[in-house]
């Protein structure tokens, strides 16, 4: 368990948390819907979209989620994993790493800071592993509004890719295991 401002209390999570993550991401497209985004992950909500039931079940249960709670309700998601989907345009990164695979969250808690919360720790878990590069990519349409948001957390854009007609963003976090093992922390 890992505690942070405002009282986010991030844990480890499972299969059970698929109907939570599932209602974060359709309150993530209705959100972006009201703000005229429809190009990111279009108008009908993700649990409604062939697939996205099954992938956030496989997220649960095969990757590493950590959920983020606020007052015992589950208000974020972060997943890991050792590299990026097979489906995306996305060349290795030649050495280990840890990858977000999602990082979303319920949109009633907006600015309470769940998103940078659950990105610190996922540079911790990649430190605890002995990781020293984390990983994401991102959709970056919109005026690269996603893209800045990273940037704000450490991260620094490396490629462009465009998956079909999304275009999206990978960008990289060197975590500081290097300098922690070499004694220049």
Known sequence: MHETPHDIRIRPGGIADAPAVLDMLDSAVVWMNERGNTEQWGTTPWSERPGRVERVERYTSEMTPYIAELDGTPAGVLVLDSGPS?????????????????????????????GAALLVHAAEEARRTGVDLLRVDCWAGGGGELVRFYERNGFTPTDRFLHGTWPGQVLARRVGVRAARSGTA
């Open 86 to 114: 097979s489906q995306m345009p996305i060349e290795p990164a030649g050495e280990p790493e840890q990858y977000v695979r999602l990082l979303v969250s319920h949109r009633r808690f907006a600015g309470l800071g769940i």
